[in-house]
Every structure is written in structure tokens, then in C-alpha cells.
């Protein structure tokens, strides 16, 4: 990873530039070729991320001022203005026990979205974007939960194989099909 990266909590200073990052890869502002190269699908307005970063739950990658990626990682109680994630909550209690926990809506929070921008793909920086937000949340949830969605098919390789998460459910919502995935909180993503 580039050493003139760092990686922090996001403060409100950060949001113009988070929201700039977002609007280019965002799934809504893309072509099906663009696409294959992963997206996000949350478009969250200023306040969103006001009160998220309020509540410690946002992490970027900075080179200078410019934000280069973001991470979000915040408790289900936030993200439940969506319908999809009561939803994903709603199916914890079907799932199997994940390394030996029961998945709850306490002991686990929703990770994601991240976004990287292209030029810092394949460099590791994922990785320790990740990391930094593990070790910011680690103390508070012993298990994060993600979902993807199927058709983004670079997201699902790359939290399967770079860092390892699990996929755990797969489920439809909107005429979207999706993988729940989770990961334990205690596992460090830097080899």
C-alpha cells in the first residue's frame, strides 16, 4: 500500500469529499461495463453521513485531502432507515451459529458500504481500510454482517478471498439477489 495513504475515522470536513467518491461509483451513475468493475448501491445524503461519522462509524483512506476510500461500519439501529437491512435482521435467527455465535442484532453490526477508488484496486488498500475500521468497532461487536449483491461479482471476491469473510445467507429483496456475509471481529485482515 502507498505510504502516502492514511487511513482515519471520517470527520465532518471529509463529507464533500466522501459524497464526490460515492456519486462516481455509485451503481445509479453507471454503465453495465463500469459496473463490472464493483459499485455501491447506498446513495446517503450529507446528514446520513453526519450522523454517522457522529457516531464513529465511518472510516477513509486519504491521500492528501483527497479520500481515495471509505468504509462504513455502523450498528443496525442506524442502517434500520433502509428496508433492507430490518430485513437481513429479521433472518439472523434462522442462521446457523457463525463460529460458534448466534448473530443478534447486538453483538453484530453492518459493514459496509466501501468503495475504493480504481487507481487503489489491487493494492492493498482494502485490506487496511478494513483493519483500521476492525479495530475501531472490534470492541463493541465481535461479528460484522455484510450483504452483496450477486451480480457484483468483484465485492464478493474480494471480501471472500482478500479478506476472507463467509458467506452465510443468500436471500432476495427488491427483485435483487443477494449474499449475506459475516466476519469475525476478532480475525486481523493483514497477513
Not at 432476495?172 to 469475525?184: E, G, P
Amino acid at each position: 500500500m502507498n505510504n502516502q495513504i492514511k487511513i482515519t475515522a471520517a470527520r465532518h470536513p471529509d463529507i464533500p469529499a466522501v459524497l464526490v467518491l460515492q456519486s462516481k461509483y455509485l451503481v445509479t451513475n453507471m454503465n453495465e461495463e463500469e459496473k463490472k468493475q464493483g459499485f455501491v448501491t447506498t446513495p446517503f445524503t450529507a446528514e446520513q453521513l453526519k450522523k454517522v461519522i457522529d457516531l464513529d462509524g465511518l472510516f477513509v483512506a486519504k491521500t492528501d485531502e483527497r479520500v481515495v476510500g471509505y468504509a462504513f461500519g455502523a450498528g443496525w439501529d442506524y442502517f434500520e432507515q433502509w428496508p433492507i437491512f430490518p430485513f437481513m435482521t429479521n433472518r439472523f435467527i434462522e442462521l446457523p451459529p457463525f463460529k460458534g455465535i448466534q448473530i443478534t442484532g447486538a453483538n453484530s453490526f453492518q459493514y459496509g458500504p466501501v468503495c475504493i477508488e480504481t487507481e487503489f484496486r489491487g493494492s492493498g488498500l482494502l485490506n487496511h481500510l478494513f483493519e483500521a475500521m476492525r479495530l475501531g468497532l472490534r470492541e463493541r461487536f465481535p461479528i460484522s454482517v455484510t450483504f452483496i449483491n450477486k451480480i457484483n461479482e468483484r465485492s464478493v471476491q474480494a471480501h471472500t478471498r482478500k479478506l476472507d469473510w463467509e458467506i452465510i445467507d443468500e436471500f432476495s429483496f427488491n427483485n435483487n439477489h443477494y449474499f449475506m456475509l459475516a466476519f469475525d471481529m476478532h480475525h486481523s485482515v493483514l497477513k
